[in-house]
């Protein structure tokens, strides 16, 4: 096995093993919520909103952790937090304890992302395009699978079981440490991270993928209730559904970073994947299962576009050794943008539909296109800041 190889495959299968475990829980756990623990919607509100805040607040502060402390430590922590906050949650039944665990397991998803993430931009920052779009090839793959298997799960095991199962999978990820390739600290003034992300390339790009992710609070608040009210799918239909799209994104990474090293030109390839995510967000909305599902797989297409190309253009755009604090700046740029979204479409899907903030957010989507071509957007190809 060649020295890129290896790491490549290791850092892949944990973030395949990571979004697996969480896509068991995301998809169902508000139904746990309101059945079992009988939280309010008011309360069940409230988690999510902290879980948004949470990835907001510390993008940037768990980034410039990646550069100034081994990555691989920060990973494992990650595990061993996100496996204690499950375990814990599956004991707790009041709110208050029962916000506390989930807050302390989006700080665990949140530093687990931005590290691993952090990890594979410093050890791979060469062949971007088949390095990226494998990773996160595997990374839709776990979600895929974890989407089947959550309900299948949790027709055989309560959702206190599922939990336990959950968080000792996690623990035991965590002795990935022995084999997680070692990275060297490094520490720059906070002023040298502003310097390079002042820069109009790259504020210009943060510009883009806050926009683009817009469409992420629509299928936040909308998504679930589109499918469940609008199609009538059954909790097992859903994760069905949802799970084809993830399937449809990891096959996208794949080709999209194969078709990046075969010379296809970014900003055609950028521009494919904004008109097969909103034309699919649009096109979804259509109320008949067949053809929703078609269009949800084109968006699903254009998404996992997008992706590859978002970690293309972070490693265009910063030098490698201060990549983790960099990429954290661009990671929350996009959890703004799906902040943003979920407060403008939320309300928006409760008053004229859920079906509404799907099609905004795809129109949306596609008057992003032009800006793929602007003179600045170009110029992250031909130097670095």
């Known amino acids: 096995m060649t020295q890129r190889k290896r790491p490549l495959i290791i850092l892949s299968s944990l973030s395949l093993g990571g979004a697996f475990v969480l896509a068991n829980t995301a998809f169902f756990m508000p139904v746990y919520l309101k059945s079992a623990l009988h939280f309010s919607g008011r309360e069940i509100g409230m988690l999510y909103a902290a879980w948004s805040l949470t990835s907001i607040v510390t993008s940037f502060p768990f980034g410039l952790a990646s550069d100034r402390t081994p990555a691989r ?26 916000l506390a665990a989930y807050l302390a397991y989006g700080l665990g998803q949140n530093l687990f992302r931005v590290s691993l993430d952090a990890l594979l931009l410093k050890t791979l920052p060469h062949r971007v395009g088949k390095t990226y779009g494998l990773f996160n090839g595997a990374r839709m793959l776990g979600f895929t699978c974890g989407g089947i298997t959550g309900g299948l799960l949790l027709q055989h095991l309560d959702f206190v079981y599922t939990l336990k199962l959950l968080g000792l999978l996690y623990l035991l990820m965590s002795f990935s440490w022995f084999v997680l390739p070692p990275t060297i600290p490094v520490k720059f003034g906070l002023k040298t991270y502003w310097d390079d992300f002042r820069n109009p390339r790259v504020i210009l790009f943060a510009l883009w993928l806050y926009l683009f992710y817009l469409h992420w609070g629509a299928e936040f608040t909308s998504y679930g209730l589109f499918l469940r009210e609008n199609l009538g ?153």
Do not use: W
């Not at 204690?84 to 009041?94: E, I, M, N, T, V």
């Not at 994104?249 to 097969?276: D, P, Q």
């Open 73 to 98: 430590h920060l990973v494992v922590t990650a595990l061993v937090l996100m496996g204690l906050s499950l375990f814990s949650q599956s004991l707790l039944r009041a709110f208050l304890p029962f």
């Open 233 to 385: 799918l059954s909790l097992k239909g859903m994760g069905f559904y949802m799970s084809a799209e993830f399937a449809m994104v990891g096959l996208a990474s794949v080709i999209g970073g194969f078709s990046l090293e075969a010379g296809t030109n970014l900003y055609r390839l950028a521009a494919l994947g904004l008109f097969c995510s909103g034309v699919g967000h649009m096109g979804m909305v259509i109320e008949k299962l067949p053809i929703s599902l078609a269009f949800r797989l084109l968006h699903g297409l254009g998404d996992g576009t997008i992706m590859v190309l978002s970690y293309v253009g972070i490693a265009k755009l910063f030098r490698v050794e201060r990549i983790g604090g960099n990429s954290g700046l661009i990671t929350l740029s996009i959890m703004l943008g799906s902040f943003t979204g979920s407060l403008i479409f939320g309300p928006l899907g409760a008053r004229y539909g859920y079906g509404v903030p799907l099609f905004v957010s795809g129109a949306i989507t596609l008057g992003l296109i032009p800006m793929v071509f602007l003179s600045k957007f170009k110029e992250m190809s031909r130097s670095k800041s």
